[in-house]
């Protein structure tokens, strides 16, 4: 690993001025060409259902993609499609990946909508584009013939929303690729930036419990819904620091059965995000605080009752927050590439499956698909292809070229 790894890390970035080998040239022809091709797919691959935890029809699909273009894909456990381009030689080893799962639960109209160069659908840009990024590439790739040294890895990844708490990636760190990784790059972002810090997140159910009653025979009880609205108020007012932003959120409330009955049961779910482990703790501690406090006062409200009142909290998710230097091969060679199509790339901040192996000190980033997008995780989403969008799949395969290196190419 260490041996595969040092020349991710001492490696010069790619030269500016040096002349590409015929193949990548061919293959970067290729991917200008033929950028109808990939927004056929983005389409296609978007108008496949793919909540989290039922991804399983719009994997087969990009699995079937990939062996249409020679390439054997396979299924993991945990659902996430897999398929290994090997290289000549020893060199680095480089996953390309994108997720398959959206935000939209279950029954989700998610038939896509054209007008000019605007695609309207929930999960078109995130991340069907990164899907059908991939699969351009290793289009690309197969048909111009470019061999490398290393082995590139195409990735499309389970559990990235939501709650799926990174279960995808995680499965690919602990079983599928353990100690074979030396750079990640996933395709989840707009336009061309590069996202080498990544905040991470903590997420929480919290549920009150009582017996619940008639609200005029039973007056008099500690009530649920008032202890998690004392607790709500307190949450309201949390302080959280401005750099590194950190934030709070209190995202759904459910409880009660009727106008005219005492709960039995309040609950809510609340998230913080922050590029700081401390600051996150910091918030996780507030929380407890502020949970035994509005139990407290909602039974002294109501100091004859001996009815109970409980919060339990369960544990939703555990984002790790990580960064890669700005000095390492991988962001140096991003930068590089992105520059060598013309393209001036931005840095960025986002939350995505490259927490996981940036918290393990893997090098990963983020990058842009090369086009626009808004109302990301909204019913209006939308991707908007621009005359240069094409180089957003350029940038993936150069990138992923030069980390592994072509075959025959001089060093």
């Keep these: 690993m260490l041996r595969r790894l040092l020349p991710i890390l001492l490696a010069a970035p790619l030269a500016a001025q040096a002349p590409l080998p015929a193949p990548i040239q061919s293959a970067l022809q290729q991917l200008e060409r033929d950028n109808g091709w990939l927004l056929e797919r983005q389409v296609a691959l978007c108008e496949i259902p793919a909540p989290s935890f039922q991804e399983g029809p719009r994997g087969r699909a990009f699995a079937a993609e990939l062996a249409a273009l020679g390439l054997t894909a396979r299924v993991d456990a945990v659902g996430n499609v897999i398929a290994e381009r090997r290289g000549r030689g020893d060199g680095a080893t480089v996953v390309l990946a994108a997720h398959l799962d959206t935000v939209f639960p279950e029954g989700t109209d998610v038939r ?5 160069s605007t695609f309207h659908g ?13 699969l351009a590439v290793a289009r690309a790739l197969q048909q111009a013939r470019v061999e490398t040294e290393g082995r590139i890895v195409f990735v499309a990844t389970v559990g990235e929303e939501g709650l799926g708490n990174l279960r995808g990636v995680r499965h690919l760190f602990d079983r599928e690729l353990t100690g074979r990784v030396d750079a990640f790059i996933t395709v989840d972002v707009s336009q061309f930036q590069v996202v080498r ?3 991470g997140s903590h997420r929480y159910a919290v549920t009150f419990r009582g017996p619940g009653g008639h609200s005029f025979q039973q007056f008099g009880m500690p ?6 609205g004392r607790a709500l108020a307190r ?7 401005a750099t590194p ?3 709070f959120n209190v995202g759904t409330i459910v409880g009660g059965r009727s106008v005219n009955a005492i709960p039995d049961s309040a609950a809510f779910t609340v998230e913080w995000r922050s590029e700081s482990p401390a600051a996150l703790a910091a918030l996780d ?6 949970l035994d406090s509005a139990v407290a006062a909602e039974r002294a409200r109501w100091p004859a009752s001996t009815a109970p009142l409980t919060v339990t909290v369960d544990t939703l998710g555990i984002r790790p927050a990580g960064a890669t230097s700005d000095t390492s091969r991988l962001v140096r060679t991003a930068l590089a590439t992105a520059r060598r199509l013309g393209a001036e790339p931005a840095f960025g901040l986002a939350s995505t499956d490259a927490n996981l192996p940036m918290s393990r000190g893997i090098p990963a980033i983020a990058i842009g698909h090369g086009g626009g997008a808004t109302g990301t995780h909204s019913l209006g989403e939308t991707y908007t292809e621009g005359p240069t969008s094409f180089r957003g799949p350029q940038w993936a395969l ?4 030069e980390l592994a290196g072509v075959a025959g190419a001089r060093p």
């Design 122 to 134: 929930p999960g078109i840009a995130d991340d069907c584009r990164g899907l059908a990024i991939l």
């Design 197 to 199: 810090q990544a905040p």
């Design 223 to 228: 009530n649920p819904i008032h202890a998690a």
């Design 245 to 247: 932003k950190t934030t």
């Design 112 to 116: 896509v909508r054209r007008e000019g």
């Design 285 to 290: 501690a507030q929380l407890a605080a502020v």
């Design 235 to 241: 949450i309201a007012d949390f302080q959280v620091p």
């Design 398 to 401: 150069l990138l992923v070229t």
